[in-house]
């Protein structure tokens, strides 16, 4: 620790005028950190890998619901960013990001509301929508702004939302191309199951014959004269799969900038681990008790990391170290196989189980360079799934 | 709906004058919504539980993370409300809440400091301390600062944290009574596991036997002179078990209030479900994909609902919805044994899996009498978990 006082700590928090004095080991606990060479490294590999594969990169804002992040992937060649809801969207609008992407329907009439204004704002935003009604809706509250909406069609090729590909979806596409203020403006093909399947090879299976439909549809439009360029889609897990299926011209990762244990569990191509990206994201906790030689509890529970996976976080610097939950609060740590002693007061890092809902539990971001924190970035869009 | 548009609406939120105008068909979802007559209702059963028995109520604020709820039950008659981290309870202080009790050993050098400051602004403030070394740095902490700090000595008679009753617990009490600037002010004992327990007379037979060392160690401390009148603990799954125990002064409960689908499960006195308190907490959510006949995609998926427990969320008002999780961002919905039709565009409300976690997903509760939306709370304690 350098010394500062909480007071001095909270002042430069709260006006952001930290330059280079903070570490590590001066945060309030628990935080959220990003290493900083991770997550430049992971950015870097997966701009170079869209560039030469010719695809676009758009990625996913749900994963950092951060301003700061959003801008850094644009200015190091991103399109743009989805945005999970038209919540997140204006926010990021708010700091300046552009090429917008919503990927979930606008639907209730907030939400439509909520669209025109938006695309009043920014005309390159895109928005997702899966069925007829809904498009007439979208296509009067345009009208009547006078603004022109800007509409991916959902493929319905994951296990979620979407129309289905094939005759419906060339019915929607010719519905959208015929309402004059709607733009027909691409197809999104989203399957994040396949992301997830297990093994490289499995995953190449799930991918290919998930998007397969998406890819024919697209050609069903092409043959019936309806203009389709963009094909949106592909996640982490199948970054260098959806390359290769022809027709995919987009992808809209996002997992890859942080990393997370349920990431590293689905198997690298070569058969071992999956390393493909650098663990950048950790929460730092600290022992706020010692009750015996083998158990230790932590400031961090089911509030400081996502429990969406059946993963644990897993203890960095430290081998040895079992955590378990806690309650909401804690973490109970048993320390018996420990490599080193663990006691009271002790600060200890760990990689969290799901990076996107861990950063949604967070307001802020500690960007560190080595121990040195650089940033401090605010999680803007922390909540805002409307 | 009323017929207000989207912006007329933020604009009676963020300056708080809804004034009985909305209802719970104008609010953005996911929403999280509090029907106060069970609210009250809960409420009023807790206080009045304690009153027969003779005890302190000091709800636990971790729950609600909200200063008008912490305002609203020392209103109802509790003595104040718990804090689990020093963080939280300063935002109860900054909105007056007074008789606070941190559930959180203050241990870093940052939490000291900001209890000694806390305690300065409040001194019916209460902290837990489990360790000597701990205890000897809030002592000089205290005296540098010339304030006093009330202990209360946290026991190992959970499975996560506290010193081990009888010896050591005594050992620590003389300490901590011997210090100059610290205050001998009580004992906490609190079992988590206990209150889950299904079956009442399974739970009645963990929370006996859990506490009963601590029943034992203030005997012990009296014996040797040690004066200690508080012993707190309990939760909601305990509430009329832990009053029967001898000693025990204070119920600390939160869950109470709100109610989720984890404690309802844990089974009630009589042999049938737990029904002592209503469900007053739910997530209103709306349609946004209908793919086929039998799958509605929600927009409240895993950051929406809490997943730490193996419970998925189940639909009000209509019966045969079954949940399951789509992603942070949606849910899935097998519409199959639907009692009614659930269409694009509909609005349903589901209770959630476990009340606390969820709280911590949202920046305001909307409060409605019937469905008039009566109050908007800022859950301003959100992510305070420093």
Same mark, same amino acid.
């Given at each position: &620790?350098? =010394? ?7 002042? &430069? ?29 992971? /950015? =870097?590999? &997966? /701009? ?8 676009? *990169? ?14 850094? +992937? ?5 399109? %743009? ?17 552009? =090429? ?11 939400? /439509? ?24 809706? *979208? ?9 022109? *909406?800007?509409?991916?069609?959902? +493929? ?77 889609? %592909? ?11 022809? =027709? ?6 996002? #997992?890859? &900038? ?6 590293? !569990? ?5 058969? !071992? ?10 929460? *730092? ?7 015996? #030689? ?21 203890? /960095? ?8 939950? %806690? ?17 009271? %007061? ?41």
């Amino acid at each position: &620790m350098s =010394g500062y006082s909480y007071a001095e700590v909270e002042r &430069m928090l709260a006006t952001g005028d930290i330059d280079g004095r903070l570490t590590r080991h001066d945060l309030p606990t628990p935080a959220l950190l990003l290493d900083l060479d991770a997550f430049e490294s992971n /950015v =870097g590999a &997966m /701009v170079r890998h869209c560039r030469e594969h010719g695809l676009a *990169l758009r990625p996913h804002g749900k994963t950092h619901k951060c301003p700061e992040i959003a801008r850094f +992937l644009t200015q190091a060649g991103a399109v %743009g960013a989805c945005a999970a809801k038209v919540s997140e969207a204006e926010v990021f609008a708010q700091h300046g990001v552009t =090429g917008l992407l919503v990927t979930t329907p606008v639907v209730s009439r907030y939400a /439509v509301e909520r669209a025109v204004a938006l695309a009043r704002k920014q005309n390159d935003t895109l928005f997702l929508a899966d069925h007829a009604a809904n498009v007439r809706a *979208l296509d009067a509250a345009a009208a009547e702004a006078g603004v022109v *909406l800007n509409i991916v069609i959902d +493929l319905h090729v994951g296990r979620k939302g979407g129309v289905l590909p094939g005759l419906p979806a060339l019915e929607l596409a010719r519905l959208v191309a015929s309402l004059k203020n709607l733009k027909l403006s691409g197809l999104q093909a989203y399957a994040g199951f396949a992301s997830h399947t297990i093994g490289y090879d499995q995953r190449r299976t799930a991918s290919t014959e998930a998007l397969g439909p998406a890819v024919e549809t697209k050609r069903l439009l092409a043959r019936h004269g309806v203009d389709c360029a963009l094909l949106t889609g %592909g996640s982490t897990g199948t970054y260098d799969i959806d390359p290769t299926i022809e =027709g995919v011209t987009e992808l809209q990762p996002g #997992s890859f &900038m942080f990393m997370d244990l349920d990431y590293s !569990g689905i198997g690298g191509r070569d058969g !071992g681990p999956y390393r493909d990206f650098r663990t950048a994201l950790t929460v *730092l906790s600290t022992v706020v008790s010692k009750p015996t #030689s083998t158990l230790a509890i932590i400031d961090g529970g089911t509030k400081a990391f996502s429990t969406d996976r059946p993963i644990l976080p897993e203890a /960095v610097g430290v081998d040895g170290i079992v955590y378990s939950w %806690g309650g909401d609060e804690h973490g109970k740590l048993d320390v018996r196989g420990a490599s080193a002693a663990v006691e009271l %007061g002790d600060r200890l890092e760990f990689v969290v189980p799901h990076c996107d809902p861990t950063v949604n539990l967070y307001d802020r971001i500690f960007c560190l360079r080595s121990d040195v924190v650089e940033a401090v970035w605010p999680i803007a869009a922390r909540g805002k799934s409307q």
